[in-house]
T-cell receptor, first 113, second 118 residues
Framework: GNSVTQMEGPVTLSEEAFLTINCTYTATGYPSLFWYVQYPGEGLQLLLKATKADDKGSNKGFEATYRKETTSFHLEKGSVQVSDSAVYFCALLNSGGYQKVTFGTGTKLQVIP | NAGVTQTPKFQVLKTGQSMTLQCAQDMNHEYMSWYRQDPGMGLRLIHYSVGAGITDQGEVPNGYNVSRSTTEDFPLRLLSAAPSQTSVYFC?????????????????FGEGSRLTVL
């Protein structure tokens, strides 16, 4: 079946540090890949996505590249801000008929001034 | 600009009680789903619906019922609550622009309902 594995958190960084959150996946076919973000007390919202191999998704300074050869979709940001403190979820949607988005366990990021 | 609305936001139940979590969306999305969020386990799919009158099970459907009589509403029913159902529940919807009514994977979430079963 489909699965998503994320690095364990929490991740604590100082403001302006470089961020990487690792994500690998298992799926048949050619899934679409996503990063969602959950700010405290809120629901999840889509941060970025990539629908095919070598695509790069980007938004709000965050980037992730769909690497089929390593089945990875790592999230990066060059300079984090306190306002980036949140929980980040990697997710996939299989290209087959099943209409189910599978999420990883989430990685909590705390950015300190 | 309501989007996905969940009620109630907080609820405390006793073991064996029943209740319904409400979810409504005003974006005319065909696809709706319910997830539960537990520490260390991320989000797990309970049930989903690809349109009015059509529902299907997710990963963890036991103890929950759903129905979809309208495009807008997708209530989640707990018939006999158990402490293991203590969790935060999220409703999410999506439009289905692809062939065969398939979704793109971009889900729109409600703010969540925190349920405690004593």
């Amino acid at each position: 079946g489909n699965s998503v594995t994320q690095m364990e958190g929490p991740v604590t960084l100082s403001e302006e540090a470089f961020l990487t959150i690792n994500c690998t996946y298992t799926a048949t076919g050619y899934p679409s890949l996503f990063w969602y973000v959950q700010y405290p007390g809120e629901g999840l919202q889509l941060l970025l996505k990539a629908t095919k191999a070598d695509d790069k998704g980007s938004n709000k300074g965050f980037e992730a590249t769909y690497r089929k050869e390593t089945t990875s979709f790592h999230l990066e940001k060059g300079s984090v801000q306190v306002s980036d403190s949140a929980v980040y979820f990697c997710a996939l949607l299989n290209s087959g008929g099943y209409q189910k988005v599978t999420f990883g366990t989430g990685t909590k990021l705390q950015v300190i001034p | 600009n309501a989007g996905v609305t969940q009620t109630p936001k907080f609820q405390v139940l006793k073991t064996g009680q029943s209740m319904t979590l409400q979810c409504a969306q005003d974006m005319n999305h065909e696809y709706m789903s319910w997830y539960r969020q537990d520490p260390g386990m991320g989000l797990r799919l309970i049930h989903y619906s690809v349109g009015a009158g059509i529902t299907d099970q997710g990963e963890v459907p036991n103890g929950y019922n759903v129905s979809r009589s309208t495009t807008e509403d997708f209530p989640l029913r707990l018939l006999s609550a158990a402490p293991s159902q203590t969790s935060v529940y999220f409703c999410a919807s999506s439009y289905s622009p692809l062939a065969g009514g398939r979704i793109t994977g971009e889900l729109f979430f409600g703010e969540g309902s925190r349920l405690t079963v004593l």
